[in-house]
């Protein structure tokens, strides 16, 4: 861990003025970039750690949806009886990532932020353009069973590793910011993470020092929710693939895709054809995928998991 | 005391404190966190330093220069050493690679240098700034690719397995081609890591030329010898100790670089020093079980009899390194006149390959036990009642050699009974509960019991307190507790309040902990050691030694009887000897037997297998204690699902590293893949193992269960993959269609 300057931020357009500077991270529950700082994967030369800045509620829009405080933990945000009740895809999701004892510390709006789990990012011994733009990809022809199969490109073939934002993707919720000029915007999480493109750098779209302020959901869409993550081991892992998905009683639905691609990957042309059955839904969402020897189960994984989830859907 | 005729009737037979489940003796101290582990020796060095190590970036190659000053210069750092400024290091004998390197790199994340400073967090820095330019050299990591070219090797794995290169009985080529039902088929197991809790750390702190190190390390001996070797000096210069080992699966059988380094880090600083490796460095730092290739051809009447058998394996490892010992259990298991069994050997420049809890039958098993099972089904044989068809009560390859001890077919009859079997469909994919396909395994358990010397000093002090010293250690096994029942029941006193000191280069060599090895010996040393002392006391109090009992605090003989504590009014008295042994293991095959017995669920439209029953039935001997010998094998039965499920060193062959070098992506079963778990223990008592006439569960507990589970998914789905750990990946595309 390389040395850093820290400041408690204490309000959010400072916080945002302060984060724009060269070097500087926001710190919120530190789950992912504290880990990262140890192992020099993350170097920044300043924190502006962010948890005396309030966000912290989930409060009901005017809309009639919710608006999730950027602070909320993610253990508050899965047991409250609003989201549990109307949008339980989101509980669902989110219980089903990481372990209590994270799930209790990391916020709303850093499980947005958090970072690829590719085992080459991790390495600093070994390429990568994510890490470090322009040293190359070692996963590219390396072991590839976790990584992505759609989205990527031949700078970088990781994936988004998070459970809460693929949920939030089928409920089409908006990422609400504040930036260093004190400017307001509500980014659509479809919007929100980047495919890699040339720049696997860049995660998302926020801007340097653009603080996430609350993540705001639509009002509730009924239907049965389901999150079914698929993985190796029942518990504390990341998903091989998993599918989020809100099924209406006529068989329409919604559905997104996690551990596949550089974002929560939902593809509405596709979904469209949830009556059709699985097969006909991933067809269309996986087209042109490019999937390495290693990762190509994750294609008929998507497919009998989405029929898993129909199935419930039908029981 | 020689052991080398069978043990007759003795005082461990009243079985009034030795086979009692008791707790932990040591539970109180680790579970409120007093009990140090090598990391935490505060209060014996308040003033240690941090040694943080800079491991290699490369596989194979040499150092081309270092750059340290940037290092050196930053805030707090004390000191840095690499192979350039450490002198003459020697290697230790249990080491295939030496543990620094410089200026040739041997493997990935070889230890480079270490760095020196006032606290954890400056070190850490410090040695992200040593500057190394390698030159990358040439290098083979597919092991695939160098069996094609591989030799064959014979060896041992030091822990009870051991194989020439190639073993052969009768004539198996002609007896395996007329046999009407034969099974020829390939099976793979993947590097594993030993991923245990407390990671490999030491604390060293010299005193002029002599030195004190707080380690981690299952056997305190070895470890003692091979640093004296590497750092050229004299071993009784040396203090060793390792009290508590927070696990150790055989990656703490050997010096490791941690040790090494935290010596060399504090002779250069002038300071104690404290080192830890981080986590990520351990998977390729520190050695590993390796991948195997096996192939197992069976050959039987139609009866089920087998008439011709070969396992051959091939492995990987660093030059001068050893095969992994996968087909050795196979020498013993099971009856056929016509026998081969060999392995190979390809030089890997991956990390060094070595032990890892059961090795050889842990792979070796996984592979067999699957092929017994293809085989049953071949014959229309219930695959219990094939292998009690070819059950031996002799040494297959030497029929004069009868096992001490053999009740497998009971183990697996009555875990049969137990477990429900005859419930289970033999036809597979036949059984559906919900979205779960169900399938039930069973496998044979098999594992060799060593002996090895021991020893132990038992004092008893004027106050009349039974203190044990012995260097044997507990790597979370249950060693303090199982010592102190067994010198409270030579001393007629109860385990509580006998004094056990472990883990101490000062006391007695004991076996110490490996290869399922260190419950029974090192009580056997502890009983050797209680008997001398018991003479003494006898002596002392002008008894006949023949006929004197120990019983509730009192010795007596005859209508004579006086408390223990007055035997040592007059001066401590101490006991102090080993068991040694010689021919009884020659005459006799010591292994131990068991069961396993599993139902797993695959899910239907996933292809994710979930456990849902464990039971293992053992035959080990005397249980010296039921409650933690029940530990060991469901932690063991634990380890078995995720070498079935889920435990792969990931290689990638082009930089020759094991690329999932964390605990998030190496990845071992959580509290909620593991169901119910039933262990049984037949009641045994082995008198031609030793006087406790106990011998090994730990690692019995693992071998066979991965087999067990990989035919349980083949009853649940009817799609047999030979190729560990099964994920879901391997089976998805055959299971029925869902969508």
Redesign the interface.
């Known amino acids: ?3 850093f300057t820290y400041e408690r931020a204490k309000d959010a357009q400072g916080a945002a003025r302060a984060a724009a500077q060269p070097g500087a991270k926001f710190l919120a529950g530190g789950t992912n970039l504290l880990d990262l700082m ?3 994967v993350e170097t920044p030369a300043h924190l502006v750690d962010v948890q005396d800045l309030g966000f912290d509620k989930i409060e009901e829009t005017r809309e009639g949806g919710l608006r999730i405080g950027a602070l909320v933990t993610n253990t508050d945000l899965a047991a409250d009886a609003r989201v549990r009740r109307d949008y339980s895809v989101l509980t669902r999701a989110i219980v089903a990532g990481a372990s209590g004892q994270l799930r209790n510390k990391a916020s709303t709006a850093g499980n947005l932020l958090q970072r690829t ?1 590719c ?2 990012f ?2 600093t ?2 390429a990568c353009n994510k890490r470090k733009p322009g040293s190359g990809c ?1 996963a590219i ?3 590839s ?2 990584l992505g199969v759609i989205g990527v490109s031949d700078k970088c073939i990781a994936t988004f590793p998070g459970d809460m934002a693929v949920a939030m993707r089928v409920l089409d919720a908006y990422v609400e910011t504040i930036d260093a000029g004190g400017q307001r915007r509500a980014i659509p999480i479809a919007d929100f993470h980047r495919l890699w493109g040339d720049h696997p750098e860049q995660d998302t779209v926020l801007k340097p020092g653009e603080l996430i302020t609350a993540v705001t959901l639509p009002k509730p869409i009924g239907g049965k929710h389901f999150y ?1 993550k ?9 998903a ?1 693939v998993s599918v989020a998905a809100v099924i209406q009683p006529d068989g329409t639905g919604r559905v997104a895709f996690g551990g596949v691609a550089p974002r929560p990957w939902r593809v509405e042309a596709a979904e469209a054809l949830l009556p059709q ?3 006909a839904v991933t067809a269309r969402a996986f087209q042109g995928a490019t999937p390495t020897k290693d990762n190509a ?1 994750k294609l ?2 998507a ?6 989830v ?2 419930q859907s039908k029981a | 005391m020689k052991f080398d005729t069978p043990a007759g009737q003795n005082p461990i037979d009243r079985m009034q404190v030795v086979g009692r489940a008791h707790d932990r003796l040591d539970g109180p101290v680790k579970t409120t966190g007093t009990a140090p582990y090598a990391y935490e020796h505060h209060a014996d060095v308040p003033n240690a330093a941090y040694g943080y190590l800079v491991p290699a970036a490369i596989a194979k190659g040499r150092i081309a220069s270092i750059d340290t000053r940037a290092a050196k210069a930053a805030p707090g750092v004390i000191a840095i050493v690499t192979a350039a400024d450490a002198g003459p290091l020697g290697k230790g004998d249990k080491n295939t690679v030496k543990l620094l390197a410089g200026p040739e790199v041997d493997h990935y994340h070889q230890a480079v240098a270490v760095v020196v400073a006032e606290t954890f967090e400056q070190a850490r820095a410090a040695a992200g700034l040593v500057r190394v330019d390698y030159a990358r050299g040439a290098a083979q990591f597919d092991l695939d690719d160098a069996l094609k070219t591989a030799p064959l090797k014979g060896g041992s794995s030091d822990e009870g397995s051991a194989a020439p290169p190639v073993d052969r009985v009768g004539k198996f080529e002609e007896a395996f081609a007329a046999a009407p039902v034969k099974l020829d088929a390939r099976y793979t197991t993947p590097d594993h890591s030993h991923a245990m809790m407390e990671p490999f750390a030491s604390i060293a702190s010299w005193n002029g030329d002599q030195l004190t190190l707080w380690t981690s390390n299952q056997m305190v001996n070895w470890g003692h010898e091979d640093l004296a070797k590497t750092l050229n000096m004299p071993k009784e210069k040396i203090r060793f100790m390792s009290p508590y080992v927070g696990g150790g699966f055989g990656g703490k059988l050997f010096l490791r670089t941690d040790a090494v380094m935290a010596a060399l880090g504090a002779k250069a600083a002038g300071r104690p020093v404290k080192l830890a490796l981080s986590r990520p460095v351990m998977a390729n730092n520190a050695t590993h079980r390796p991948a195997t290739r096996q192939r197992i051809r069976i050959g039987a009447q139609k009866d089920g009899t087998i008439t011709a058998i070969a396992h051959e394996s091939g492995s990987g490892d660093q030059p001068n390194g050893s095969p992994e010992t996968a087909v050795n259990q196979t020498k013993l298991l099971y009856a056929g006149a016509n026998r081969m069994i060999s392995m190979r050997l390809a030089v890997l420049n991956l990390p060094e390959g070595n032990a890892m809890r059961a090795p050889g039958e842990a792979p070796g098993m996984m592979a067999l036990e699957v092929a017994m099972d293809e085989m049953a089904e071949k014959l229309g044989l219930d695959p219990i009642a094939f292998r009690i068809k070819n059950d031996t009560q002799v040494d297959p390859e030497k029929p004069e050699r009868r096992f001490s001890q053999r009740q497998l077919a009971r183990c697996l009859t009555e875990g049969a009974e137990r477990f429900g079997w005859s419930r289970r469909n033999a036809k597979p994919a036949q059984v559906r509960d919900g979205k779960w396909l169900v399938g039930m395994g069973v496998a044979s358990a098999f594992r060799n019991h060593m002996n090895m010397a021991s020893a132990a000093r038992v004092r008893l002090s004027q106050n009349g307190v039974v203190t044990v010293e012995t260097d044997m250690t507990d790597i979370g096994t249950g060693s303090y507790t199982i010592i102190a029942q067994t010198a409270g029941e030579m001393m007629g006193v109860p385990a509580e309040a006998v004094v056990v000191k472990l883990g101490s280069s000062a006391y007695p060599v004991s076996a110490g902990s490996g290869g399922q090895w260190g419950a029974a010996n090192a009580t056997a040393g502890v009983y050797a050691a209680c008997v001398k002392l018991r003479e003494q006391i006898a002596q002392r109090l002008g008894y006949n030694s023949a006929d004197v009992t120990f019983q509730g605090g009192k010795v007596s003989s005859g209508n004579r009887s006086a408390d223990l504590a007055k035997a040592a009014q007059g001066g401590e008295l101490v006991g102090e000897d080993k068991i040694e042994f010689n021919k009884l293991d020659k005459s006799y095959q010591i292994s131990t037997f068991g069961a396993h017995f599993v139902e797993v669920g695959v899910d239907a439209y996933t292809g994710a297998t979930r456990l849902r029953r464990m039971l293992a039935v053992c035959a080990a001997g005397r249980i010296i204690n039921p409650k933690s010998a029940r530990s060991q094998v469901i932690g063991a039965m634990t380890m078995g699902v995720g070498s079935a499920l889920m435990e792969e060193l990931a290689v990638d062959k082009r930089f020759g590293l094991f690329v999932n070098h964390d605990l998030a992506s190496y990845e071992v079963p959580v509290h909620a893949d593991i169901p119910h778990q039933d262990v049984v223990f037949l009641d045994e008592a082995d008198d031609k193992a030793n006087p406790m006439k106990a011998k090994g569960v730990g690692e019995l507990g693992l071998c066979g269960v991965g087999a067990a589970i990989a035919n349980a998914i083949y009853n649940a789905t009817g799609v047999r993959v030979r190729d560990y750990p099964i994920t879901l990946d391997k089976h998805l595309e055959q299971l029925p269609a869902v969508a």
Do not use: H, W
Request: charged share 25%.
């Open positions: 861990m390389k040395a140890k192992i020099e789990r085992p080459y991790y390495d011994n070994m070692a022809g390396g072991y069973r976790q079914e698929v993985r190796d081991r029942a518990s504390y892992a990341y091989l059955g699985a097969a189960f008929p994984l497919t009998r998991a989405l029929a898993s129909i199935a």
